[in-house]
């Protein structure tokens, strides 16, 4: 484990690289969010090499290729509940993106971004 409900292996990228590192203010806003609704928080996608970012058509300056991004989807939540209480939570600051079945947050240093 590297925080108290997450591990190292859930943040690994999807193609097999081995890059699994986590920034640790990723990983706060994740506890974060697991505390506030008290449900599992599932990483869709977290760390992303180049290539396979490319491969996914990921952005090209996406904060996953820097260990700064989690797509995540909070057992039984809606996407839209997740990303009103990020947006609220922390205003003016890092990347949040509604997606129809998950929800991207990020810890970007250049924010805030929403999309
Ligand atoms: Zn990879
Ligand atoms: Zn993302």
């Given at each position: 484990?590297?925080?108290p409900?997450?591990?190292?292996?859930?943040?690994?990228?999807?193609?097999?690289?081995g890059f699994?590192?986590?920034?640790?203010?990723?990983?706060?806003?994740?506890?974060?969010v697991r505390?506030?609704?008290?449900?599992p928080?599932?990483?869709?996608?977290?760390?992303?090499?180049?290539?396979?970012?490319t491969r996914i058509?990921?952005?090209e300056?996406?904060?996953?290729i820097?260990?700064?991004?989690?797509?995540?989807?909070?057992?039984?939540?809606?996407p839209?509940?997740?990303?009103d209480?990020?947006?609220?939570?922390?205003?003016?600051?890092?990347?949040?993106?509604?997606?129809?079945?998950?929800?991207?947050?990020?810890?970007?240093?250049?924010?805030?971004?929403?999309?």
């Open positions: 484990m590297i925080s409900h997450f591990q190292r292996a859930e943040f690994a990228c999807s193609c097999g690289c699994d590192t986590i920034d640790t203010e990723s990983l706060a806003v994740l506890e974060d505390e506030h609704f008290g449900a928080v599932i990483v869709t996608s977290g760390c992303r090499c180049p290539a396979y970012n058509g990921g952005a300056h996406s904060q996953h820097l260990g700064r991004a989690a797509d995540i989807q909070v057992k039984g939540i809606a839209a509940r997740v990303q209480y990020l947006t609220a939570r922390y205003p003016g600051r890092y990347g949040i993106g509604r997606y129809a079945t998950f929800t991207h947050v990020d810890t970007r240093t250049d924010g805030p971004a929403r999309w």
